[in-house]
């Protein structure tokens, strides 16, 4: 059975915050979640707009910032290719043009509403953002240096270093895509952002952008792309990002679960007037469109159909609507659940598992009404 997750004073409408009852400023600063290295979600308030502004995009480090000097950085395409590629920064600018608005969730997204509680990064939803990337495709790159025989996978290296494990030796961030992902038309190689050139935080000079997967695999601070002959076995790849239900082997995790998020009502906000009100959010799936969104007023004992009028793009969230009419004045728990093209919806109840991730329950907001 789901319950009211409000708090006592905010179930009985006395909360002091003047958010509740007065229109909220947009927040400056993205939420600190860690300092060193830095990571930080996007502030809840600021999950209203399609694209989210760079300042306030989420950002996940695992280690410190590379600080790249441009002069001397070279992307290097090697391995199972039959030539090697030596590329500047001009040589990147130079290839054709690509520009696709992506949403990205971290794989962590939510993990503090598990319960039993795991350790990680405590994201609690702002851990997911849409941007307007500008790069070049990458089946451009990799059709330049040819796949030799025996390929199967892209390995994909970071600048940043770290040791994973205490004792390690230091190693760059590094993950990998199947061969025949990596040369869908799709997967680019970004170098602007919003029309700006990539912050330092979010991968300049350049990064994968991996439509429709978690963020883990849209590697930052690219310096290195190898095609390798055998499944990539690094800490990132076989250690991480795998979903350990305790039942079974781990599974990779790759494309982000269908999930949606309400902007508007805020949780806890309070209403003057039992007056039809309008609801609204942003619904994703990594595995195709979003095909429906629902509300609930009675903790899924009924679901209403939200409008899906808004902006969206093939790889992007997408603007739901509704309008709720509260039955009573009182304190009020409203869920939406969306559901995507292959006919995933949102499970009412989180799937725990060791590590934290794809937490893609339904989720709720409570509003009082006087
Ligand atoms: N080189 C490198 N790439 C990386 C990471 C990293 O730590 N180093 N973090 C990954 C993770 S887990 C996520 S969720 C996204 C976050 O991208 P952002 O910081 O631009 O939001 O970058 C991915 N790419
Ligand atoms: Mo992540």
Redesign the pocket.
Known sequence: MVRCRCTPAEAAGVTRDPWHTQPHPQPAALVTIDSEPFVGETPLAAIQSWLTPNSL???????ETPAIDISGWRLVVDGHTSSVLDLTYNDVLEMPRRAMPVT?E???NNRMDLDPPVSGNRFQGG?V?TALWTGVSLADLLDRAGAGPGAVEVVFE???LGSPEPSGAPS??ARSLPLEAARHPDMLLAYEMNGEPLPE???YPL?LVAPGW????????LTRISLIDHPYEGFFQKERYVLDTGHGPPEPLARMLVKSLFSRPRHGQVFERCAPLEVAGLAWSGAGEIADVEISDDFGETWTCANLDGLFHDYTWRQWTAVWTPPCAGHHTLMARARDENGDAQPMKNRWNRLGYAVNGVQSVCVNVR
């Open positions: 995009y989420y950002a996940r480090n695992h280690y990205m971290c794989a962590g851990a953002s970071g600048a940043d760059p961030y935080d979010h991968g990064r978690y963020g883990m695999a849209s590697v930052k601070w």
